[in-house]
């Protein structure tokens, strides 16, 4: 399947960067402060050695060297095989597979944690239920499901987005409309995290997020929430 990322996959790291250059950050800053929501949140499943873990729309795995180091095996998805391609060169412990963005190519109940870092703007707005249902299909019962996006009520990330040639395609959503999409695949104890008030590294300003992290004005937010034993029966049919 042709993507649009096949495109970008050589410089994606680099347009990221001018993108957020304005705010002294390199984009390591970011993704590393996105591994650590990510493993602190696996936390809650069981023991994180144990886990088998999936990422939906993973790119060039620029997240897969932290994560993959923390969990029993990783395994990433994309419907851009260009970008896969460095990911395979970078982190050739993970597992990728690429996909025809509709449906995961494994079994029900494959994985024990499912995310997506900012993919789901960029699916058509029709077909973000389908995502998600895709997402929960291949979950275990009891198992963590866990979206990143951008938060449309920040001014920068809107500025970001906008001046971001990755992102002309971007529809953001607001957290109650993917706390609805969890909802409508039963998905339960939802929790909303915001992150990235401050672009800053130093430990004084990570506090300072981790505090505020209630307040809806971070510059991205997490979605997760755990899908309901009662889901056995129904994918099992």
Same mark, same amino acid.
């Given at each position: 399947?042709?993507?649009?990322?096949?495109?970008? +996959?050589?410089?994606?790291?680099?347009?990221?960067?001018?993108?957020?250059?304005?705010?002294?950050?390199? #984009?390591?800053?970011?993704?590393?402060?996105? @591994?650590?929501? /990510?493993?602190?949140?696996?936390?809650?499943?069981?023991?994180?050695?144990?886990?088998? @873990?999936?990422?939906?729309?993973?790119?060039?795995?620029?997240?897969?060297?932290?994560?993959?180091? +923390?969990?029993?095996?990783?395994?990433?998805?994309?419907?851009?095989?260009?970008?896969?391609?460095? +990911?395979?060169?970078?982190?050739?412990?993970?597992?990728?597979?690429?996909?025809?963005?509709?449906?995961?190519?494994?079994?029900?109940?494959?994985?024990?944690?499912?995310?997506?870092?900012?993919?789901?703007? #960029?699916?058509?707005?029709?077909?973000?239920?389908?995502?998600?249902?895709?997402?929960? %299909?291949?979950?275990?019962?009891?198992?963590?499901?866990?979206?990143?996006? #951008?938060?449309?009520?920040?001014?920068?990330?809107?500025?970001?987005?906008?001046?971001?040639?990755?992102?002309?395609?971007?529809?953001? /959503?607001?957290?109650?409309?993917?706390?609805?999409?969890?909802?409508? @695949?039963?998905?339960?104890?939802?929790?909303? %995290?915001?992150? /990235?008030?401050?672009?800053?590294? #130093?430990?004084?300003? %990570?506090?300072?997020?981790? /505090?505020?992290?209630?307040?809806?004005?971070?510059?991205?937010?997490?979605?997760?929430? %755990?899908?309901?034993?009662?889901?056995? @029966?129904?994918?099992?049919?």
């Amino acid at each position: 399947m042709n993507s649009k990322f096949d495109l970008y +996959a050589q410089k994606y790291q680099s347009i990221i960067d001018n993108s957020l250059g304005v705010f002294g950050q390199k #984009h390591d800053f970011f993704v590393k402060e996105k @591994v650590g929501v /990510l493993i602190e949140s696996f936390k809650e499943v069981g023991n994180i050695k144990k886990l088998n @873990v999936l990422d939906v729309g993973c790119g060039i795995g620029l997240y897969h060297g932290g994560v993959s180091k +923390a969990v029993n095996a990783l395994y990433g998805v994309d419907v851009s095989q260009e970008s896969l391609d460095i +990911a395979i060169l970078n982190n050739p412990e993970v597992s990728y597979e690429t996909y025809d963005g509709i449906k995961l190519p494994f079994p029900d109940s494959m994985f024990d944690c499912v995310y997506a870092i900012c993919v789901l703007h #960029h699916v058509p707005k029709e077909r973000w239920q389908k995502f998600i249902s895709e997402m929960n %299909r291949v979950v275990r019962p009891g198992g963590q499901l866990l979206v990143i996006e #951008h938060n449309p009520i920040n001014p920068a990330t809107q500025w970001i987005v906008r001046s971001c040639e990755l992102d002309d395609d971007a529809v953001l /959503l607001l957290p109650w409309r993917l706390n609805q999409l969890f909802k409508r @695949v039963g998905i339960e104890m939802l929790k909303v %995290r915001y992150t /990235l008030f401050t672009p800053f590294s #130093h430990k004084f300003f %990570r506090k300072v997020d981790n /505090l505020l992290c209630r307040i809806p004005f971070g510059a991205q937010y997490l979605v997760k929430g %755990r899908k309901s034993y009662e889901q056995k @029966v129904k994918w099992g049919n």
